[in-house]
Nanobody, 124 residues
């Protein structure tokens, strides 16, 4: 079973930055899609960003502020979050999917393995 582990959450003021990290125990990391979702209380899980070996896709709400990157050698994916806003407050989840998720990045049901989540809190 694939293990997905996130780290890097915390408390930051509005306008600040945080970097999340996700490690996945997969045999062929380069073949999978890695994504970040988030969920705040009372809301549905929301797509944030995803990366395959060749493509990257962002939700409109985070475009130009967040950057997703992959380290295929280390089986990790990072999410650099800048210019954070209070509405970015949520539990952030890392997830993996096969190539079928390419082009349909935001559909949570396509992702097979999920981490336990890491809390990001942005104070106003």
């Amino acid at each position: 079973q694939v293990q997905v582990v996130e780290s890097g959450g915390g408390l930051v003021q509005t306008g600040g930055s945080l970097r999340l990290s996700c490690a996945a125990s997969v045999r062929t990391f380069s073949n999978i899609v890695m994504a970040w979702f988030r969920q705040s209380p009372g809301k549905e899980r929301e797509f944030v960003a995803a990366a395959s070996g060749r493509s990257i896709f962002y939700a409109d709400s985070v475009k130009s502020r967040f950057t997703i990157s992959r380290d295929n050698a280390g089986n990790t994916v990072l999410l650099q979050m800048n210019s954070l806003k209070p509405e970015d407050t949520a539990v952030y989840y890392c997830a993996t999917a096969g190539p079928r998720a390419i082009g349909i990045w935001s559909r949570a049901s396509l992702y097979d393995n999920w981490g336990q989540g890491t809390q990001v809190t942005v104070s106003s």
